[in-house]
């Protein structure tokens, strides 16, 4: 599919940011975007153009019947000025099986792997050159075909916008707190946990400013069925160092199958830490923190990488993790994950993609 490019002047471009480590995650965008059409039965028309609103009919389907789902990836520079990407491949499958999800058309792996890297080249300039840095990538899928009524659409976009970005905590690699919701859930079996949906964020943000107004910084979500068994952050995995395993809930549709979860969990045999999925209930992790078998909790999510977790507020108490300081192992991680996304490691699994 050739791609069709409207291009601006020098004299047009914005201005790059002095520090992008100063940069407020999520709030600044390049100059173009990748947009993709889907009708009849076919994707077409694509095209890079200047960054610009969309313009969609009211009647469009997404705005009336939830239609929509996106990704999150992060482009790096390495030091040899090489432009690389993590598990583009995953991220492109993942976009697909929430496509499916929601009963929208797929994008070939290959195709959505060239779209990006086709921006990419074209925007180079807004890839940092520091480490903490990154450009970040949200490729998103809506349906837009202008008709009131409950099916599918037979209209969609694919589009892709860039933000340049900083740490996503603004207080940097500290730990967080988490608030333990016990009255909303985020997903129920059989639901669309799974994917990357819009609607599952929309539904969560009602507990995040709950969380937020008594002190905390996210929420940990329990199952929804009883509300005993711990599945997952607002914006990532969760994963407990229990003694000599590193234990996270293990998938099974209601949890978002995450990336860099599942790199975590490669890397923690390369480490020396035992990976385990299994079910853990949040009274085994606040009996585990109090008797110091679990030393450490942390999450696991493209924005922040790695998020080491401090304190819980669970049934008005707080249980605190490792002194809330960062422990050994989410530096670890941290430092292990971002070593190989910015090529400064080696690439042992074959992770890293170099955009050419």
Not at 98 to 104: G, I, L
Not at 253 to 260: K, N, V
């Given at each position: 599919m050739q791609i069709k490019k409207?291009?601006?002047?020098?004299?047009?471009l914005k201005p790059l940011f002095d520090d992008p480590l100063a940069l407020k995650f999520g709030h600044h965008f390049t100059d173009y975007m990748f947009t993709l059409s889907y009708s009849g039965g076919k994707w077409h028309s694509a095209e890079i153009k200047p960054y610009q609103p969309l313009v969609l009919?009211?009647?469009?389907a997404v705005f009336h019947y939830g239609q929509e789902i996106f990704e999150g990836q992060k482009a790096y520079k390495s030091?040899?000025?090489?432009?690389?990407?993590?598990?583009?491949?995953?991220?492109?499958n993942r976009f697909n099986q929430?496509?499916?999800?929601?009963?929208?058309p797929t994008i070939p792996v290959e195709d959505f792997i060239r779209f990006e890297e086709e921006l990419l080249k074209l925007e180079e300039r807004w890839i940092p050159r520091v480490k903490g840095a990154a450009l970040y990538m949200r490729?998103?899928?809506?349906?837009?075909?202008?008709?009131?009524?409950?099916?599918?659409?037979?209209?969609?976009?694919?589009?892709?916008?860039l933000c340049p970005v900083g740490p996503y905590y603004s207080t940097g690699f500290n730990p967080v707190s988490l608030w333990v919701s016990k009255d909303y859930s985020r997903a129920g079996d059989g639901g669309t946990g799974s994917a990357k949906a819009g609607g599952n964020y929309g539904g969560s943000l009602l507990a995040a400013q709950k969380a937020a107004a008594n002190g905390y910084n996210q929420v940990l979500w329990l199952d929804a069925k009883e509300h005993r068994y711990v599945e997952e952050v607002g914006a990532m995995n969760i994963l407990f160092v229990h003694e000599n395993q590193l234990v996270t809930p293990p998938l099974g549709?209601?949890?978002?199958?995450?990336?860099?979860?599942k790199s975590v969990l490669t890397l923690a045999g390369d480490l020396g830490l035992e990976p385990v999925e299994r079910r853990i209930t949040i009274d085994e992790v606040v009996e585990g923190i109090e008797a110091g078998k679990i030393t450490e909790i942390f999450g696991a999510g493209t924005a922040a990488v790695i998020s080491p977790v401090g304190k819980i507020g669970y049934n008005g108490k707080d249980y605190v993790v490792n002194n809330n300081v960062t422990g050994p192992w989410a530096q670890k991680f941290f430092d292990t994950l971002t070593g190989i996304q910015y090529g400064d490691l080696e690439?042992?699994?074959g992770w890293v993609h170099v955009v050419k």
């Open positions: 409207t291009l601006l002047t020098d004299d047009k009919d009211p009647a469009a030091k040899e000025d090489k432009i690389l990407l993590f598990r583009p491949d995953e991220n492109a929430s496509m499916t999800r929601m009963s929208m490729p998103t899928g809506i349906a837009t075909e202008p008709a009131l009524g409950v099916r599918p659409a037979n209209q969609y976009l694919f589009f892709l916008i549709g209601t949890i978002l199958p995450g990336i860099t979860r690439d042992k699994h």
